[in-house]
């Protein structure tokens, strides 16, 4: 009995009533975004949030499937926690915030567990654009990562210099 839908959804991070409540278009919309994404189309209702998958670049990444329809919003967690700045630096987090915004429409904010995170503004429904999106936020979560910490360790030899 280990095919019945509540084992297949164990299996893949989802209980059967999770997976259940997904329309015919959304298993659809999820199957060829699976396969995208390099996966077995039968993996498609695995890569909704809650479980994290892996963007190309290594970020870890959600997808929130929009209720009834064939779409989902994707974010990127960055591994990085908001605790970890502060002063000056939350300056440069706004100004990176605030180009993040209007350039790519995509939300610097903190995750559930406390880490920067990269969201989406808009519910995407077509596959391609999906993981067009995923390539995206993870390059520019990467930027964002490496001009967060370049300038905090730039800084930091900045205070350190001017100290002797």
């Known amino acids: ?4 839908k ?3 959804g164990r299996r893949h991070g989802r ?3 999770a997976r259940d409540s997904l329309t015919h278009e959304q298993v659809d919309f999820l199957a060829r975004l699976a396969t995208l994404l390099g996966m077995p ?3 498609g209702t695995s890569i909704v949030a809650p ?3 892996t ?3 290594g970020l870890a990444c959600r997808l929130h499937v929009m209720q009834g329809m064939a779409a989902v919003r994707p974010e990127a967690l960055l591994p990085m926690s908001a605790d970890e700045l502060s002063g000056a630096e939350m300056s440069r987090l706004l100004r990176v915030q605030s180009l993040i915004l209007g350039e790519f429409g995509w939300y610097l904010g903190i995750s559930s567990e406390g880490l920067l995170q990269l969201s989406s ?3 995407i429904d077509d596959p391609q654009d999906v993981a067009t999106a995923l390539d995206l936020v993870n390059g520019v979560g990467t930027a964002v990562l490496h001009s967060l910490l370049h300038d905090a360790s730039a800084n930091a030899a900045d205070t350190a210099s001017a100290r002797h």
Do not use: H, K, T, Y
């Open 1 to 4: 009995m280990s095919n019945s």
């Open 6 to 8: 509540a084992a297949l």
């Open 15 to 17: 209980s059967a009533n």
């Open 41 to 43: 189309a039968e993996d």
């Open 51 to 53: 479980r994290l998958i």
């Open 55 to 57: 963007g190309p670049s």
């Open 121 to 123: 503004l808009v519910w």
